[in-house]
């Protein structure tokens, strides 16, 4: 069974950059797009990256155009999400988790994905 676990999460000052990993066991990722997506306080979780794994095909919501940046390590069965110019709205709990909706291609809607981790907290604070 597949299980998903977040981490490198923290407080980081507006400006400032994090990095944070999704590691898998139970299954390998090599042919499945993993997705990221947060959650802010009060607000519905949203999908801001995917990732082809095989292929390396990325996606990204408008929000985080060009400071964030999805990768994948197929040795390692993990992805990553480097988080640069971070702004308090990047404020979150942060997940990965796996397409499921095969359909679906390279989607960010959250109905669309399964095997969710826990999350790990970021927070952008000064």
């Known amino acids: 069974q597949l299980q998903l676990v977040e981490s490198g999460g923290g407080l980081v000052q507006p400006g400032g950059s994090l990095t944070l990993s999704c590691a898998a066991s139970?299954?390998?990722?090599?042919?499945?797009?993993v997705g990221w997506f947060r959650q802010a306080p009060g607000k519905e979780r949203e999908g801001i990256s995917c990732?082809?794994?095989?292929?390396?095909?990325?996606e990204y919501a408008d929000s985080v155009q060009g400071r964030f940046t999805i990768s994948r390590d197929i040795g390692k069965n993990k992805v990553y999400l480097r988080m640069n110019t971070l702004k308090p709205e990047d404020t979150g709990v942060y997940y990965c988790?796996?397409?499921?909706?095969?359909?679906?291609?390279?989607?960010?809607?959250?109905?669309?994905?399964?095997?969710w981790g826990q999350g790990t907290q970021v927070t952008v604070s000064s």
């Open positions: 988790a796996v397409l499921t909706n095969v359909r679906a291609g390279m989607s960010l809607a959250v109905s669309d994905f399964g095997s």
């Open positions: 139970g299954l390998d990722l090599d042919y499945l797009v």
């Open positions: 990732i082809s794994v095989r292929g390396g095909v990325t």
